[in-house]
């Protein structure tokens, strides 16, 4: 009898397959009956290393070649980390699960060994990130913050050398590559609030094939997936893209659902914030309220 085998689409960076393989070996565990293969594509974000993120389109740069490559029946399901997935999901495609979620704080990282409060002024600090470059400007106007492109490990020897002072990076993936040694200390979610899905691995299937769906779904975690739902609503009705320095954190609590969100404009100089709690049922309604708010605040002039 020949065995069941779903191909499983992955970026191709150490950490991308890291993740993947965690998601297989829990697949594999529940279905050894059977074969998950990990395809690896390269997408629009792994060839171009150079250019700031949000110069080339920021929304889908790490996403859209998987996602094209599930519709066009190349793979039968897809790893994404969450925070890369856009907020509006494409058609024919269904976010199947989310496992339970790593460390969703940022991490700060020194050369010399130096906490961000005391870091000397004029400093060089490297980010990617429009959110953490705003949202460290905003507390370190002395700063100065430069673009950093590459895997885990470049950005570390980038470090290592001196050619930065400090670095702030998702503390999810140093954890999951076994790196956490380099992480000086967590930034507190409160200053720094963490981008929509960050820490948490996404699933995605085709619409059409519930049968992979299913399988799927084994491994989802439903608090985080309820977590995630809620700040990915939350960007969608701001219309934030991968470019925008916006940060939210939904926090399950039994039958409740705490969202803290900020949206800063690009130099950190302007911030407005919105933190609500609702009944765990009204969690897109809670995402819909603070959206409101920040846009009666003026969000709408800060994401342009």
Known sequence: MTRAIIRVGTRASR???????????????????????????????????????????????????IEQALLDNE????VHSAKDL?????????????????????????????????????????????????????????LRVRDIRGNVETRIEKLNAGEYDALIMAAAGLNRLDMQQFILHLL?????????????????????????VAIAETINDQATLMAVETERRLLERLGAGCSAAVGCAATVDSDSIRLIA??????????ISSERTADLDDRLILADRVAEELHAQGAADLLE
């Open 15 to 65: 950490l991308a397959v890291t993740q993947s393989m965690w998601v297989v070996a829990h697949l594999q565990r529940a279905h050894p009956d059977i074969e998950f293969r990990m395809v690896r594509i390269s997408t629009g974000g792994d060839e171009d290393r150079t250019r700031p993120l949000e110069q080339m389109g920021g929304v889908g740069v790490f996403t859209k070649a």
């Open 188 to 212: 507190p979610i409160e200053r720094f609030v963490p981008a929509g899905g960050q820490g948490a691995l996404a699933v995605q299937c085709r619409a059409a094939d519930s049968g992979v």
């Open 86 to 142: 856009p907020s509006v999901m494409t058609e024919g495609l269904v976010l199947a699960a989310v496992p339970e979620r790593e460390e969703r704080a940022d991490a700060w990282l020194s050369h010399e060994g130096r906490r961000i409060d005391d870091t000397p002024h004029g400093a060089v600090v490297g980010t990617s990130s429009p959110r953490r470059r705003a949202m460290l400007l905003s507390v370190r106007p002395d």
């Open 75 to 78: 793979v039968d399901m897809a």
């Open 262 to 271: 900020s949206v800063l404009n690009k130099s950190g100089e302007k911030r």
